[in-house]
Nanobody, 121 residues
Framework: VQLQASGGGLVQAGGSLRLSCVASGGTYTNYAMGWFRQAPGKEREFVAAISWGGTNWDLESSVKGRFTISRDNAKNTVYLQMNNLKPDDTAVYYC???????????????WGQGTQVTVSS
């Protein structure tokens, strides 16, 4: 399984970005997908995750009301819409795939390479 994340970049505070992550290299169903981030000097932290059918999701408290996670199973793709970005959101964002459709916070077995998000003040 390979995960390819894209959509990161440099944005001013208050701006928006949409991250995408495509899974390839296998056939799989009934799996959860999530986003994590790691800021310089900090540990990687959970951001958001969504179940296979899209009916269950989980968001880290600091991003609730600003970030939305969604997925398109026909395209094996998960999205993270990030609005009202803040400088504290600056980090490398990683997508991940979990071969279970519960316990959305993990653990995750497969990880993408990460995409940089930088929010300027």
């Amino acid at each position: 399984v390979q995960l390819q994340a894209s959509g990161g970049g440099l944005v001013q505070a208050g701006g928006s970005l949409r991250l995408s992550c495509v899974a390839s290299g296998g056939t799989y169903t009934n799996y959860a997908m999530g986003w994590f981030r790691q800021a310089p000097g900090k540990e990687r932290e959970f951001v958001a995750a969504i179940s296979w059918g899209g009916t269950n999701w989980d968001l880290e408290s600091s991003v609730k009301g600003r970030f939305t996670i969604s997925r398109d199973n026909a395209k094996n793709t998960v999205y993270l819409q990030m609005n009202n970005l803040k400088p504290d959101d600056t980090a490398v964002y990683y997508c991940a795939l979990r071969r279970r459709n519960f316990d959305l916070r993990g653990p995750y077995e497969y990880w993408g390479q990460g995409t940089q998000v930088t929010v300027s003040s």
